[in-house]
């Protein structure tokens, strides 16, 4: 009832979810208002490049980044890919060394040349869209990584809630926070830097204002790590 409109996610209570009818939730003018796509085909040509706009870039493999109702069978989603190259709406790619395909859409063609500039580092969430396809990671950026949260602890490799680093267009590590509340110190349990990385005075500056940045989101009283940075 829920994926096909008829009820809706009213509250969240702890992790419990309560629903109610879609038309207590949305207003009318949206629930009465025309069907924005005249056919099926329509409908996912629109599905298919919103989900590889979501990502910024996705190969046509069955993984993570084609999870869904609508697009995880691989023969009609390969259909409606051809459509949209054939309409202009998307780009094919080629990386070297990597025999599948990847897409973009057209319009997000101009940052294939756009330098990255200054330094910049980002603390990504297990869930980001960027992590969606965790095969397709692994292969651009020779990053193994998997969300251990349903992993029972004898089996983890890394922790419970380990977040990845991206600095400038590189995975350099990923660290282990601790449970944060109220405005106390946030915690760093661990970091692994990831092989062959050579850290750089740049980079670990980037990296503390990050961490900044993330203590700031978090309204965090600074932050208590190891002995790996001074922050």
């Known amino acids: 009832m829920y994926n096909i409109g008829q009820i809706g996610i009213y509250e969240k209570r702890n992790t419990q979810k309560v629903y109610d009818m879609i038309e207590k939730l949305l207003p009318s003018v949206l629930l009465n208002c ?4 005249e056919n099926t085909e329509d409908f996912l040509k629109w599905y298919v490049k919103r989900r590889i706009g979501s990502v910024g870039l996705l190969w046509g493999k069955n993984g993570g980044g084609w999870l869904g109702h609508y697009i995880s069978n691989k023969k009609l989603r390969t259909e409606i890919l051809q459509d949209l190259i ?6 094919e790619l080629n990386v070297e060394d990597i025999k599948e395909t990847f897409y973009i859409r057209k319009e997000d063609e101009h940052f294939l040349n756009t330098k990255v500039i200054g330094k910049q580092a980002r603390f990504l969430a297990p869930l980001d869209n960027m992590l969606w396809d965790r095969g397709m990671i692994q292969y651009l950026f020779d990053f ?8 029972p602890i004898i089996k983890r490799k890394y922790g419970y809630y380990v977040l990845p680093v991206l ?10 926070p601790g449970l944060h509340r109220n405005k106390e110190p946030l915690k760093i349990l661990n970091w692994w830097w990831e092989e062959e990385i050579i850290v750089t005075d740049e980079m670990m500056e980037a990296i503390k204002d990050a961490f900044r940045q993330f203590c700031n989101y978090l309204q965090a009283d600074g932050i208590d790590a190891n002995e790996w940075v001074t922050l």
């Open 34 to 37: 025309n069907d924005p796509f």
């Open 86 to 91: 054939s309409d202009g709406e998307i780009l």
């Open 144 to 151: 193994e990584y998997s969300w251990e949260v349903y992993v």
């Open 167 to 176: 600095y400038k267009n590189q995975l350099v590590a990923r660290f282990e």
